[in-house]
């Protein structure tokens, strides 16, 4: 829920804003039941090297298993519960399933790295690192086998906080990751303040590859900030052959995308880790 302001920053009612909210009151109340009786399900998709097909790790993406209307997407769900409350236990049981998943992984002896989506709130929030930290600690994971993927936007909604933030979070010793990159029309020279890890090059630039000049450079521009910054590459989105080939030709470290796998159930990534990656690997 969003309070409506004036100028000087007072809230004022505004009845098209309420009805708004007590329907999403509703999926907000749904959504808390959801969390309690494990409606909530992660799907894993890989990150895998360009160069070898090896899998470099997991992406944790959030579907709901909803009684009544089947499986959910997050773009069903997830803007509105980032509206609410509701996006704080909602991100510490994703993250919480992620570990789990991640512990169950190791004890087959299969060691995935596993990242997990953050919202901008959990991003500015104080008491975010200690919980990440409570997390790990709890369920006895190293802190390096988790990333944390943050929005640009998330990061120039507040630059100073985030920083902060994200400055405890490294201590921690997780990785930090910029997903969407390219989107969130910011200014690149916070990119160098914050203690980042890696780019992920959003898909809407990876569908252009090839196809137009433009898509290309842009590309080749961000790898090559990349480069200049120390910061690993993933591409998202790749969806063809070709795609994932001229990436590896660019000097694009690592790809993810339908072409490679879509997000699968957790026992189905077991067995897709069983067989080859690439042809060529
Ligand atoms: P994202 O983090 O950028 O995740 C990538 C999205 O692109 C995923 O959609 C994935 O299924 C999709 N994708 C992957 N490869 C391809 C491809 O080759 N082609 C196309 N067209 N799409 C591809 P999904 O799972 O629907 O998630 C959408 C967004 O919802 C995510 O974008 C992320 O921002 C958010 N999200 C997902 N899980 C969580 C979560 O646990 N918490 C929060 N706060 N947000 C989440
Ligand atoms: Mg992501
Ligand atoms: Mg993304
Ligand atoms: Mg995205």
């Known amino acids: 829920y969003t309070a409506k302001r004036n100028?000087?920053?007072?809230?004022?009612?505004?009845?098209?804003?309420?009805?708004?909210?007590?329907?999403?009151?509703?999926?907000?109340?749904?959504?808390?039941?959801?969390?309690?009786?494990?409606?909530?399900?992660?799907?894993?998709?890989?990150?895998?090297?360009?160069?070898?097909?090896?899998?470099?790790?997991?992406?944790?993406?959030?579907?709901?298993?909803?009684?009544?209307?089947?499986?959910?997407?997050?773009?069903?769900?997830?803007?509105?519960?980032?509206?609410?409350?509701?996006?704080?236990?909602?991100?510490?049981?994703?993250?919480?399933?992620?570990?789990?998943?991640?512990?169950?992984?190791?004890?087959?002896?299969?060691?995935?790295?596993?990242?997990?989506?953050?919202?901008?709130?959990?991003?500015?929030?104080?008491?975010?690192?200690?919980?990440?930290?409570?997390?790990?600690?709890?369920?006895?994971?190293?802190?390096?086998?988790?990333?944390?993927?943050?929005?640009?936007?998330?990061?120039i909604s507040d630059p100073a906080q985030a920083s902060a933030i994200l400055t405890r979070l490294r201590g921690l010793g997780v990785r930090l990751s910029v997903d969407d990159f390219g989107t969130g029309y910011s200014s690149m020279s916070y990119l160098q303040s914050m203690p980042l890890h890696e780019l992920k090059i959003d898909r809407s630039f990876v569908r252009t590859l090839g196809e137009s000049h433009g898509g290309t450079a842009i590309v080749r521009a961000v790898l090559e900030l990349a480069r200049a910054l120390d910061l690993e590459v993933v591409a998202e989105g790749v969806e063809d052959e070709a795609a994932l080939v001229l990436l590896g030709q660019l000097g694009c470290a690592n790809a993810q995308g339908y072409h490679i796998s879509k997000p699968v159930r957790a026992t189905d990534l077991m067995a897709w880790l069983g067989r080859p990656v690439l042809e060529s690997a």
């Open 7 to 155: 100028r000087l920053g007072i809230a004022v009612y505004d009845p098209s804003a309420d009805r708004h909210s007590s329907q999403e009151l509703g999926l907000i109340g749904e959504l808390r039941r959801a969390i309690d009786e494990d409606e909530l399900v992660l799907h894993y998709q890989p990150k895998v090297s360009t160069s070898t097909g090896r899998v470099v790790g997991v992406e944790a993406l959030i579907r709901w298993q909803h009684p009544l209307r089947g499986l959910l997407f997050p773009g069903d769900f997830i803007p509105q519960a980032e509206e609410s409350e509701i996006i704080v236990p909602l991100t510490d049981h994703v993250l919480g399933m992620a570990l789990d998943q991640h512990r169950i992984w190791r004890a087959q002896d299969t060691l995935l790295p596993v990242a997990v989506n953050v919202p901008t709130v959990c991003l500015l929030d104080d008491t975010f690192p200690d919980r990440v930290a409570e997390a790990l600690a709890s369920r006895g994971v190293p802190a390096g086998v988790l990333t944390l993927e943050i929005t640009e936007t998330s990061i």
